[in-house]
């Protein structure tokens, strides 16, 4: 299996600069997950990088080869689309072997091929049919199917699972992640939900207006998110934000002060940013280890089982907490609690530059 | 699903009188051309009878004693001819007008080329295919009906066209196939029931033309309209005989529109490429 950069990578449309420099690095078996708003570009890397459009300058190799101005079919890759794209007039056999077809692989080969890979994905008995005739989860696995068969260097997936249903989507969430296990493939995969990354990838790159905001694996985007962008993107329910003064010894914030040492006390406007998960109960946490304390008022409490989500409000400033289902009785809609945040869970950013501090 | 409401049963059977009335009229004159085609010659120039002893004096006449089998032939020739070749043509610049946006407005204005009025071309084509010697063949009726089939049959197509995704072709170029491969492997096939109809569409256009074919063709490319409309002569007109080459006109059409309905109407439907 091999491995892909993208260096320098530029794309525009007319006057309209979609890509501007892309560098990144696709490492051999990993599962790369390119996660972002719609527009942010994310799609558009994925194209050029199976060759269906044209960069506008920048390199593209795979393996060790430089891809750069090759034609899709030369490139080796394999890709699954939002659509599916399975061709309505061949049988769900042809429509796997199509891409050994394309290489001169003869008949009985590209059978065996087409049979293992049914087998792997629990379609033997579909290999007639035609596509029509499938359901939206079959079409999928087909897709996926015929991606396999191939055996290429690099598997491309554009928002493969937005089309299906909830339940179908969290199933094949799991088969496609071990798949993945099973083949050792190197993968790059676009989606615009950031659960679908954080459950699957080895690695996460998240992209904003053209541009590469942050990569990393799934922790350390969630937990140390480099921008504001990343950290309101990732995590549902969204982390709360509040606009601060940073003053000696912590930043002053019209629901209180946070206790974060070391962002310089200069009197620069900040944001503090407050995972839901991370906003707890005050006998959860030692006094020492609060960074943060304040009275909220309840406004209303979602329960959605094991875990509920209550908005508060603190002034005009209002937060979203997630709480466990035994401790929700403790929020009565119109009361007030109190609540806090260990220190070791803040983040801070810098307002002008919406950069992480330090 | 609740039960009908007799109101609802009334609007039906309204409906349904309508639909029957709207067949008989459409229906009449072929049965009246049927009817005409079946009289004893003593008898077709009466309009008015409506009960005879059917004869097949005019069938037998026409198949067996006639020039119409050879005009038959010719027209089968020039229409299948033209459809083939506007096809040809047309498959590929409909699908460049519908993927590749070329030609800009062109593809909203092709159809102006099957409205220019036969009459203004026809004088010039007449004098080249003179010059050409292709006067009196079925080239050259069939190089007037590409003017008028090639762009309807494109214009037909590119709705077609229109309607299938750019991730086939992409997938089928990241395949392994070039885009011309994509092209004929996957997007043709796509389209088949459209190609079907936009086939048949053209052949109805070719095989019922009479102008065109009137002026070029005397004797040995005739085609059959020619032929239907040479049976009104400086002696009045042979009903019976006519009536025989009108319905041998309409049958192949009809059977070509059986076998293409379920396609066309599938394809209309917007069926055709729904993965």
């Not at chain 1, 001169?104 to 059978?111: F, H, L, N, V």
């Not at chain 1, 989507?169 to 190197?186: F, N």
């Not at chain 2, 993927?99 to 062109?106: E, M, V, W, Y």
């Not at chain 2, 069939?142 to 049959?153: D, G, M, R, S």
Request: with cysteine.
């Amino acid at each position: 299996m091999a491995g892909a950069s993208l260096k320098n990578l530029r794309k525009s449309f007319g006057a309209l600069e979609i890509l501007k420099g892309i560098d990144l690095t696709i490492e051999p078996r990993q599962f790369t997950v390119l996660l972002g708003p719609s527009g942010c570009g994310k799609s558009t890397t994925l194209r050029i990088l199976a060759g269906l459009e044209s960069q506008t300058s920048g390199e593209i190799r795979i393996g060790d080869r430089d891809v750069s101005t090759l034609e899709p079919r030369q490139r080796d890759v394999a890709m699954v689309f939002q659509n599916y794209a399975l061709y309505p007039s061949m049988t769900i056999a042809e429509n796997m072997g199509f891409g050994l077809k394309a290489r001169g692989i003869p008949k009985k080969e590209i059978r065996a091929a087409v049979e293992k890979a049914a087998r792997m994905l629990e379609i033997t008995e579909l290999l007639d049919r035609k596509p029509r005739q499938l359901s939206g989860g079959q079409q999928q696995r087909v897709a996926i199917g015929r991606a396999i068969v191939r055996d290429p260097n690099l598997f491309l997936f554009d928002e493969p699972l937005s089309n299906l249903d909830a339940k179908l989507r969290v199933e094949m969430r799991t088969e496609l992640l071990r798949l993945h296990r099973d083949l050792g493939a190197t993968t790059v995969y676009v989606t615009h939900d950031q659960e679908e990354a954080m459950t699957m990838a080895d690695r996460i790159v998240v992209m904003n207006a053209g541009t590469i905001e942050q990569t990393g694996s799934p922790e350390e985007v969630y937990f140390r998110p480099v921008s504001l962008m990343v950290a309101g993107f990732v995590g549902s329910p969204a982390m709360n934000f509040v606009r601060g003064r940073a003053v000696p010894g912590g930043v002053d914030t019209p629901v209180g002060r946070f206790e974060a040492p070391g962002y310089g006390g200069d009197g620069t406007d900040v944001v503090v940013g407050v995972r839901p998960d991370d906003l707890e109960l005050p006998d959860a946490l030692e006094p020492g280890e609060r960074g943060f304390e304040s009275a909220f008022h309840v406004e209303f409490v979602e329960m959605l089982g094991a875990r509920g989500i209550v908005t508060l409000r603190h002034g005009d400033t209002r937060f979203k907490g997630v709480f466990e289902e035994r401790h929700l009785s403790r929020f009565e809609e119109g009361a007030a609690i109190t609540l806090c945040v260990s220190r070791h869970r803040l983040h801070v950013f810098d307002a002008a530059s919406g950069r992480r501090l330090p | 699903m609740s039960a009908n409401p007799p109101g609802r049963r009334a609007t039906q059977l309204a409906v349904e009188a309508a639909v029957t009335v709207a067949v008989a009229i459409v229906l009449f004159p072929f049965v009246y051309i049927m009817l005409t085609s079946l009289k004893p010659p003593n008898l077709v120039a009466e309009p008015d009878v409506w009960w005879f002893a059917p004869s097949f004096a005019n069938w037998t006449d026409v198949l067996l004693d006639s020039d119409v089998p050879f005009n038959i032939l010719n027209s089968l020739i020039v229409s299948t001819t033209t459809v083939a070749i506007a096809l040809l043509v047309g498959c590929p610049a409909a699908y460049s007008f519908s993927r590749f946006k070329s030609g800009g407005p062109a593809r909203f204005v092709i159809l102006s080329a099957a409205m220019i009025p036969p009459a203004i071309l026809i004088l010039p084509m007449f004098l080249v295919f003179y010059r050409l010697g292709l006067i009196d063949t079925r080239t050259g009726v069939v190089i007037t009906h590409l003017t008028l089939v090639t762009p309807v049959v494109t214009w037909f197509l590119v709705g077609f066209f229109d309607e299938v995704p750019k991730e086939l072709e992409e997938q089928a170029m990241i395949d392994g196939w070039t885009q011309f491969q994509a092209f004929l492997r996957v997007i043709v096939p796509t389209v088949r029931p459209g190609i079907a109809g936009a086939g048949v569409f053209g052949f109805v256009l070719s095989w019922n033309d009479l102008f065109y074919a009137l002026i070029l063709t005397g004797g040995e490319s005739r085609t059959l309209p020619v032929a239907i409309a040479g049976f009104w002569t400086f002696r009045g007109i042979d009903m019976g005989k006519m009536a025989v080459a009108i319905l041998l006109a309409i049958l192949p059409i009809l059977v070509a529109s059986f076998f293409i309905q379920k396609h066309l109407i599938r394809s209309l439907g917007g069926g055709a490429v729904k993965t």
